[in-house]
């Protein structure tokens, strides 16, 4: 089937730790893992995303691993502030990128 | 300039009615979706098309119907509203890689 799973669904950690939050996908055919943030009332934003020729790409605090063998990847944020509070999700492309299916989100709390 | 916009962003009405959310999108994007977004956060996909032909349909009901004018436009229209309708429904476009999302409407069926 055409799924992502995404793990923890909450996330709570103290601000200046880090978070690491992971998803596994289906289809060995998707190439590309794109991460999005979401504000409570807001919409989803891009933050970071991964194409499948690399393992490892880093945007400041997060950064994004990829293991294509196991179909899995992870978004890391180092350092976590109040504002990283959010919701976070992880998706995959499917039906040769014409379907974008989304993890089931993390609800992360960063408590000061 | 919003690159992503939907309207209206929010939308209560009773059960039976018929509804429309409408969707243009500025960044020459030849893919657009509709996304649903239950009160669990579940961003589902509902609808996909590509250059305004459908391409995906999720096992929506019959009562949702898509609309694409033109491969800048996505608009969605709902028949006879039902309670479980009630979510945030959210258009996207995209050109391959990551989507980009409108601000999204609010519907409640009351």
């Known amino acids: 089937g055409e799924n992502v799973e995404q793990h923890p669904s909450t996330l709570s950690v103290q601000e200046g730790d880090s978070a690491v939050i992971k998803c596994t996908y289906s289809?060995?055919?998707?190439?590309?893992f794109p991460w999005y943030k979401q504000e409570l009332g807001k919409r989803p934003q891009l933050i970071i995303d991964i194409r499948s020729n690399v393992g490892e790409k880093k945007d400041q605090r997060i950064a994004v691993t990829l293991n294509k063998t196991a179909k899995h990847f992870s978004l890391h944020i180092t350092e976590t502030q109040p504002e990283d509070s959010a919701v976070y999700f992880c998706a995959a492309p499917f039906q040769g990128a014409q379907k974008l299916v989304f993890g089931q989100g993390t609800r992360l709390t960063i408590n000061p | 300039d919003t690159a992503v916009s939907q309207t209206p962003k929010y939308l209560v009405t009773q059960m039976g009615n018929d509804k429309s959310i409408k969707c243009e999108q500025n960044?020459?994007?030849?893919?657009m979706y509709w996304y649903k977004q239950d009160s669990k956060k579940f961003l589902k996909i509902m609808f996909s098309?590509?250059?305004?032909?459908?391409?995906i349909n999720e096992t929506v009901p019959n009562r949702f119907s898509p609309k694409s004018p033109d491969k800048a436009h996505l608009n969605l229209h709902i028949n006879s509203l039902e309670l479980g309708d009630s979510a945030v429904y959210f258009c996207a476009s995209s050109q391959g890689w990551g989507a980009f999302f409108g601000q999204g409407t609010r519907l409640t069926v009351v």
């Open positions: 098309y590509n250059n305004k032909e459908l391409i």
């Open positions: 289809d060995s055919a998707s190439n590309y």
């Open positions: 960044l020459g994007h030849d893919t």
